[in-house]
């Protein structure tokens, strides 16, 4: 049973730094593209990074420069490291995947649709 479990959420001011974890379980997460989307209240969720098998990312041009994604294969655990955040970066994080082997750029565009979802994360940044 595919299981993800999303922390590290929390609350920072405007040019500061988080990191958000999931730990992946009931699957070999190193052998599928992952990545993270993201909801703020009242808009549609959107796809913030992607990596894939081969180590490859992608990242939605809002982030690109400031977040980066890695995964530890050893601990089952993917990662997204936040830096220089802004208030637009306020939103509920969610770890995705869908067992599929897509290319990372290509994943980035459809990763609100993948079927597995962790509960969330919170992250609220202010000014």
């Known amino acids: 049973q595919v299981q993800l479990a999303e922390s590290g959420g929390g609350s920072v001011q405007a040019g500061g730094s988080l990191r958000v974890s999931c730990a992946a379980s009931?699957?070999?997460?190193?052998?599928?593209?992952m990545g993270w989307i993201r909801q703020a209240p009242g808009k549609e969720s959107e796809g913030v990074a992607a990596?894939?098998?081969?180590?490859?990312?992608g990242y939605t041009d809002a982030v690109k420069g400031r977040f980066t994604i890695s995964r530890d294969n050893v601990k089952n655990t993917l990662y997204l490291e936040m830096n220089s955040l802004k208030p637009e970066d306020t939103a509920m994080y969610y770890c995705?995947?869908?067992?599929?082997?897509?290319?990372?750029?290509?994943?980035?565009?459809?990763?609100?649709?993948?079927?597995?979802r962790g509960q969330g994360t919170q992250v609220t940044v202010s000014t």
């Open positions: 990596i894939d098998s081969d180590g490859s990312t």
């Open positions: 009931g699957y070999t997460s190193r052998s599928y593209t």
């Open positions: 995705v995947t869908a067992l599929n082997r897509m290319i990372a750029i290509q994943a980035l565009r459809v990763l609100h649709r993948f079927a597995y």
